[in-house]
């Protein structure tokens, strides 16, 4: 199973975006500030933009998902139960990943935004397809709920998953490191090797690697284990 990216490029007024490259099965975060075209890129993975040239090939890929940055951009149903079912899911169970078993019958807008976030990322992980694409899925959410998030990201055992973050501080375990600078998607490789030459490295990163530790992953608690190896 993989998505290859054959030559694509995309513009939109002064916004153009340009991209290669292979996505095998794993988890792989592409990285990049704000406006560099992380969203944009996701729209033409699942689809739902057509790219100017170039293509997006999926091969053995039979059921994509895309979770969108903005939650609110998601709601159809007038309760949170039906919102689950909306999904294709059995309510409680979606529920109960997002821990809203209690709001159940509440209209979804009256959810806080990262509980909304919660239920539309319980929704997008639980439909479980070969191609899970996840639009800054940590954003609005506090620390707790992210090391879930990243927690149930990384025992996602089979598929293709792509997180689209700008996010620099609490980080799932991945395979592969991508960076998009200004429309263009940079292949920094598989992780570890490609750890040094992630121009947006947390910090925490940035600190390890210039002690001379050389972390696993991409992980504060990775870092942290490669600083206490080199320091006995
Ligand atoms: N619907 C739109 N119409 C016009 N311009 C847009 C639209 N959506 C995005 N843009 C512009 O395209 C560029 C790339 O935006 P995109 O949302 O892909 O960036 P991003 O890396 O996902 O940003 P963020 O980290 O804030 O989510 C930005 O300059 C943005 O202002």
Redesign the pocket.
């Known amino acids: 199973m993989r998505v290859e990216l054959l030559d694509l490029t995309f513009s ?2 002064s ?1 153009s975006l340009r991209g290669s490259g292979t996505f095998g099965e794993g988890v792989h975060l592409v990285s ?1 500030p ?7 890129l996701a729209l033409l993975l699942a689809g739902l933009l057509r790219p100017g040239s170039g293509d997006v090939r999926r091969h053995g890929v039979l059921t994509t998902q895309l979770l969108l ?1 903005f939650p609110e951009h998601h709601v159809t149903s007038p309760t949170v139960a039906g919102e689950a079912a909306s999904w294709g899911l059995i309510p409680d169970d979606a529920l109960r990943l997002a821990e809203l078993s209690a709001r159940a019958d509440d209209d979804p807008f009256h959810l806080s935004r990262g509980e909304l976030k919660r239920l539309t990322l319980a929704c997008a992980l639980l439909r479980d397809p070969d191609l899970l694409l996840l639009d ?1 899925p940590f954003a609005s959410l506090d620390c707790v709920t992210k090391k879930k998030a990243c927690a149930v990201l990384e025992e996602r055992d089979s598929g293709i998953t792509i997180v ?1 973050s ?1 996010e620099r501080a609490i980080l799932p375990r991945v395979d592969t490191i991508w960076e ?1 600078e200004e429309g263009a998607l940079a292949a920094r490789g598989s992780v570890p090797d490609a750890i040094p030459s992630w121009r947006h490295a947390p910090s925490y990163l940035r600190y390890a690697l210039d002690q001379g530790a050389r972390p696993e992953n991409i992980r504060l608690s990775d870092a942290r284990e490669a600083l206490c190896r080199i320091r006995g």
Not at 34 to 40: E, H, I, Q
């Open positions: 939109r007024g916004f990049g704000v406006g560099s075209g992380k969203s944009t940055q800054e689209f700008h998009m």
